[in-house]
């Protein structure tokens, strides 16, 4: 894969009819070390993709970070397809939108998973804003888990 083909990859992920980022979002910050390399920041949002990059031109720094958001991208939403329509229909019908959580699984044993959730709302309950699943369960499993455990915490951040 060529470095270009990189940046075109991220660029046309923006504009996917899929995805809620546009190419506009995409803000980057460049840096110099102390040592001389540079750095290349990007923030989509409130989020900031950083890899503390020592590259040797600012072009480098672009395509390394434009190849690692990219991915991450498409990882955070690999990782929201771990949940079914049940939850799905939940958090739409207390109206949070799949792009304020970030969902970060590891599939552990065969077909088990542990997983960690992170909601900014979540932080009225506590201060983290994460719910954390260290026991691999089945998808099923881990669906009807975080089905129970969303329906509580809604409640309490609704009381408070």
């Known amino acids: 894969m060529s470095n270009k083909n990189v940046i075109e990859k991220l660029y046309e ?92 699984d590891e599939k552990g044993e065969e077909n088990k998973y542990i997983c960690l959730i992170q909601c900014e709302r979540f932080k009225k309950y506590n201060n983290e804003g994460k719910i954390l699943f260290l026991t691999p369960s089945s998808k099923n499993d881990l669906n009807n888990k975080i089905y129970k455990l969303i329906e509580k915490k809604i409640s309490l951040i609704k009381k408070k």
């Open 13 to 104: 992920y923006c504009q996917n009819k899929n995805t809620t980022i546009s190419i506009s979002d995409l803000d980057y910050i460049y840096g110099i070390t102390p040592e001389g390399y540079f750095n290349c920041i990007v923030t989509i949002g409130d989020k900031k993709y950083d890899k503390h990059l020592k590259c040797k031109s600012k072009k480098e720094a672009k395509n390394e970070i434009a190849e690692y958001v990219y991915n991450s991208l498409i990882r955070e939403n690999e990782n929201k397809n771990i949940l079914n329509e049940k939850v799905k229909e939940l958090l739409i019908k207390n109206k949070i939108s799949l792009d304020e959580i970030n969902i970060y």
